[in-house]
C-alpha cells in the first residue's frame, strides 16, 4: 500500500510538503516555499495536486487584520504514507484473546508488551536529568518512526510526537494511551502529561514533563485538554 501511494504521489518535493506538514498543523503556501526553498507557484502546484489526490486539505486561520489565511494540512489518508508497526492481524490477535481467555487477556497482553518496550528504553536513554533523558529519548522515537521532537515553553518541556505507528491499536484499544504515559514516566524518571490532539483526522501526541507543563493549541486556535482533543 506504502508503496501504491508513493507511487501516486510523484516527485520528490511533494513528499518534502508531506513530511513539513506531517510535523505541524498547518502551513500557508507562503510558510512552506520559505521553509522548503521553493517557489510559491511550485508550492501551490503541489498542493493543489495533493489535495486532488485526497492527502491534503485546507482550512482558514484568522489574522488580526484582513482576510483568513488558507493553510493546507494532511488529512487522514496520509497516515498511510509513514511508518505503522501494528496492523489488522495485531487487532485480530487481541480480539481472539478476549475470546479465549476473557474481557481482561487482551489488557494484560499489552501491558506485558509495554513493560518490556519500559525495559529496553531504560536500558538506552541517556541523562541524569529529565530533561537530558527526554532529549535522549526524542532522538529514539524519532529513529523509530513517531517523529519525535523536543518543544519548550518557558519553563516547560516536552516531547512531541506528529507520528503514532500504532495508532489503530491505540484507537482500538484505549488502555495503550494509559500504558504509553506510564511508559514515558518511568523512562523519563519524572511526572508526566499526556496530550492527544486530532487535526483533520491526523493525531499528535504530547508528553509534558515536571509539575509545570504548557497548554497545548489546536491548528484552530484552541486549547487542548488533557488525554484527547479531537475535531
Known amino acids: 500500500m506504502i508503496q501504491k501511494l508513493i507511487a501516486e504521489i ?3 518535493q511533494r513528499l518534502g510538503i508531506l513530511n513539513l506538514l506531517k510535523r505541524t498543523q498547518g ?8 521553509k522548503l526553498d521553493m517557489s510559491y507557484m511550485g508550492v501551490k502546484q503541489h498542493c493543489v495536486e495533493l489535495a486532488h489526490g485526497g492527502y491534503l486539505d485546507t482550512w482558514r486561520r484568522p489574522k488580526p487584520v484582513g482576510r483568513p489565511e488558507m493553510l493546507y494540512r ?7 504514507l509513514f511508518p505503522v508497526t501494528s496492523n489488522e492481524l495485531t487487532l485480530q490477535l487481541l480480539e481472539s484473546a478476549k475470546t479465549l481467555y476473557g474481557p481482561a487477556a487482551a489488557e494484560k497482553l499489552l501491558f506485558l508488551v509495554f513493560q518490556e518496550k519500559t525495559k ?4 538506552r536513554v541517556k541523562g541524569s536529568t529529565p530533561e537530558d533523558r527526554a532529549k535522549s529519548f526524542a532522538r529514539i522515537r524519532e529513529v523509530e518512526g513517531h517523529m519525535a521532537q523536543i518543544e519548550t515553553n518557558g519553563a516547560s518541556l516536552g516531547i512531541v510526537e506528529h507520528h503514532s505507528p500504532i495508532l489503530d491499536l491505540l484507537q482500538a484499544f484505549p ?3 494509559r500504558l504509553e504515559e506510564e511508559m514515558f514516566q518511568k523512562v523519563l524518571e519524572t511526572r508526566v502529561r499526556r496530550e492527544e490532539t486530532s487535526v483533520s483526522g491526523l493525531y499528535s501526541f504530547a508528553y509534558w514533563i515536571g509539575a509545570g507543563a504548557c497548554s497545548y493549541y489546536s491548528a484552530d486556535g484552541t486549547k487542548g485538554t488533557p488525554a484527547k482533543t479531537r475535531q
Open 10 to 12: 510523484g516527485k520528490s
Open 27 to 34: 502551513l500557508s503556501v507562503n510558510e512552506m516555499a520559505a
Open 74 to 80: 494532511l488529512t487522514r489518508r496520509a497516515h498511510e
Open 175 to 177: 488502555i495503550v494511551a
Open 120 to 123: 529496553g528504553y531504560l536500558a
